[in-house]
T-cell receptor, first 115, second 114 residues
Framework: GAGVSQSPSNKVTEKGKDVELRCDPISGHTALYWYRQRLGQGLEFLIYFQGNSAPDKSGLPSDRFSAERTGESVSTLTIQRTQQEDSAVYLC?????????????FGPGTRLTVT | AQTVTQSQPEMSVQEAETVTLSCTYDTSESDYYLFWYKQPPSRQMILVIRQEAYKQQNATENRFSVNFQKAAKSFSLKISDSQLGDAAMYFCAYFTGTASKLTFGTGTRLQVTL
């Protein structure tokens, strides 16, 4: 079956513009995660969805960041008024709630460059 | 808070040889899971191996095996018969149901030479 997909693959935007990043999880996966990976760094947790609810938003770095999920499927991560420090790869992952705990399947990521 | 530490920023191994990547973690939980993920230049994170903390037996997946020392909070990855395709960033990660998220180390870049 299809894996996790993300779009766009790459996004270049000017400082101050808003961007939307999309994630399509594996069908039937109820849990969805967003992570950020700065150049040469590990992954930082941003937000976790269970169904359409977000019980853990603790990783969102500022109120410029928001995310939503609809239909227990696609999720969008929105960054408003982008700053240069937002440049990173944004990775999405999904998992089955009743599956092997912690086993997350990742998409290929969106590389965001803020100029 | 849980933390994961990978103290080797870079490692190198010759093709067909064995290499061990180190990982330590800090937690007060008793029930958790540990993972090694591989990230090649394509950026795709690939699950390599998974270990449940309640299991004493070390996990193995073909050429990949772990040395899990729960008391020492150590979780190293051994790659046997290294292949050129093993060259990638390797991330150690921790998961607990109470947090419902993966906590990653900073990664180890593995080079495989001829």
């Amino acid at each position: 079956g299809a894996g996790v997909s993300q779009s766009p693959s790459n996004k270049v935007t000017e400082k101050g513009k808003d961007v939307e990043l999309r994630c399509d999880p594996i069908s039937g996966h109820t849990a969805l995660y967003w992570y950020r990976q700065r150049l040469g760094q590990g992954l930082e947790f941003l937000i976790y969805f269970q169904g359409n609810s977000a019980p853990d938003k603790s990783g969102l770095p500022s109120d410029r960041f928001s995310a939503e999920r609809t239909g227990e499927s696609v999720s969008t991560l929105t960054i408003q008024r982008t700053q240069q420090e937002d440049s990173a790869v944004y990775l999405c992952a999904s998992s089955r709630t009743s599956g092997r705990a912690g086993e997350q399947y990742f998409g290929p990521g969106t590389r965001l460059t803020v100029t | 808070a849980q933390t994961v530490t990978q103290s080797q920023p870079e490692m190198s191994v010759q093709e067909a040889e064995t290499v061990t990547l180190s990982c330590t973690y800090d937690t007060s939980e008793s029930d958790y899971y540990l993972f090694w993920y591989k990230q090649p230049p394509s950026r795709q994170m690939i699950l390599v191996i998974r270990q449940e903390a309640y299991k004493q037996q070390n996990a193995t997946e073909n050429r990949f095996s772990v040395n899990f020392q729960k008391a020492a909070k150590s979780f190293s990855l051994k790659i046997s018969d290294s292949q050129l395709g093993d060259a990638a960033m390797y991330f150690c990660a921790y998961f607990t149901g109470t947090a419902s998220k993966l906590t990653f180390g900073t990664g180890t870049r593995l080079q495989v030479t001829l």
